[in-house]
Every structure is written in C-alpha cells, then in structure tokens.
T-cell receptor, first 110, second 113 residues
Framework: DAKTTQPNSMESNEEEPVHLPCNHS???????IHWYRQLPSQGPEYVIH???SNVNNRMASLAIAEDRKSSTLILHRATLRDAAVYYC???????????FGPGTRLSVLP | DVKVTQSSRYLVKRTGEKVFLECVQD?????MFWYRQDPGLGLRLIYF???????EKGDIPEGYSVSREKKERFSLILESASTNQTSMYLC????????????FGDGTRLSIL
C-alpha cells in the first residue's frame, strides 16, 4: 500500500470546523482513501472513505484533491468527543488489510 | 451495530506461558484480523483470515499463531510468551471486499512478565 503523511498533532476549539490534512503523493489510480479514528482506550473506528469524488456522511466530509495526491477530513463542528487520533489510509483494490501510520492526534479545547 | 468482543481487557502472563487471546464478532463477517499496537509504531497486522480454517500471515507473524474453527471466532495464540510481546492487541472483522470498513474491538492490553 502507498504511504500517507499526516501532521503529528492538531488543535481545535469546540464547535469550530476542523480540517485534517493527508498527503499521499504516491497514490495509484485505484487506491481508495480511508479514514479511521481512535478514541482513548478504544479500538479504531471507521469514519469515511472515497476514491475521487468528495464524500459526506453523518460523521464527517472527505474532500479529495483533483490530482488525488492529498485529501482532507472535515469535521464540521468539533466536539470534545472528537478528540482522538485520526488515521488516513490508502487501500489497493487487491488489499484486504490496512496499514495504519502514526496518524494525527486531535485535541479539542472547550 | 457490529460488535467485536475481545475476551479480556487486561491480561498478565509470565514468560514462556502459552497465551490465548479470543475474539468474537456477531455480524457473520468473513474477514477477521489481529493487530498489535505499540507507541510510535502504530497498528501492525499479525494475522488475518478470510474464512473458517483459512489464515494468512500479516506483517509480523513471528511468535504468533491463529485459529479460526468457527466463523464468528478468531483466536490469537502466543506459543511461548516473551517480554517483547507486551502490547495492546486489537481484533477486527469486516465483510469481504476492499472497501468494507473494519470493525474493531476495544483491545486487550497484555503484559508479559
């Protein structure tokens, strides 16, 4: 699987939008972009995934650059419960497992 | 909601012991996975299974084995525990398919003394 690069940590204020970036300059044309998050003392949790088009669900939005070399996870209104480590992962069509990097630790300030 | 249950939240064992970590999922998922998570190293895949009695090595299978006799249950076995296997162990399951989300348990923190 191709590699992703994320900032080690980010801070946000409660009720403000958060934009979590991910660079994946070696992405192949068929790799999907997945996001997971891990809250303290829990296992990772699926957030969202996409291929080329922007995606929305009840948890977040995923904005994918036109050249697909980067993407951004958007939390529209951060809450204290969104404080977690966020992982950006690429998955090849023939891959069944994930490769988790160190992720971005998001702190949400009240 | 999918539930992945790991048998223990915390476990303490001694060097040389045979250790069993159990994982059960309740959604009839084909795929099951075992990871370990260590500070600074992220999650690393140990073994995974596509079906009953099938297993595939992940990135770090040495010192581990697995068993999948029933679809809902996936066991990780440390044949002879060593201190470098002290870690957080995470089990996950998913439907078959590259874009099926993985559902994780809350982990077992294993300490080998």
């Amino acid at each position: 699987d191709a590699k992703t690069t994320q900032p080690n940590s980010m801070e946000s204020n409660e009720e403000e939008p958060v934009h979590l970036p991910c660079n994946h300059s070696t992405i192949s044309g068929t790799d999907y972009i997945h996001w997971y998050r891990q809250l303290p003392s829990q296992g990772p949790e699926y957030v969202i995934h996409g291929l080329t088009s922007n995606v929305n669900n009840r948890m977040a939005s995923l904005a994918i650059a036109e050249d697909r070399k980067s993407s951004t996870l958007i939390l529209h209104r951060a809450t204290l419960r969104d404080a977690a480590v966020y992982y950006c992962i690429l998955r090849a069509p023939d891959g069944q497992n994930f490769v988790f990097g160190p992720g971005t630790r998001l702190s949400v300030l009240p | 909601d999918v539930k992945v249950t790991q048998s223990s939240r915390y476990l303490v064992k001694r060097t040389g012991e045979k250790v069993f970590l159990e994982c059960v999922q309740d959604m009839d998922h084909e795929n099951m996975f075992w990871y370990r998570q260590d500070p600074g190293l992220g999650l690393r895949l140990i073994y995974f299974s596509y079906d009953v009695k099938m297993k595939e090595k992940g990135d770090i299978p040495e010192g581990y084995s697995v068993s999948r006799e029933k679809k809902e249950r996936f066991s990780l076995i440390l044949e002879s525990a060593s201190t470098n296997q002290t870690s957080m162990y995470l089990c996950a399951s998913s439907l078959y398919g590259v874009n099926q989300p993985q559902h994780f348990g809350d982990g077992t923190r294993l300490s080998i003394l």
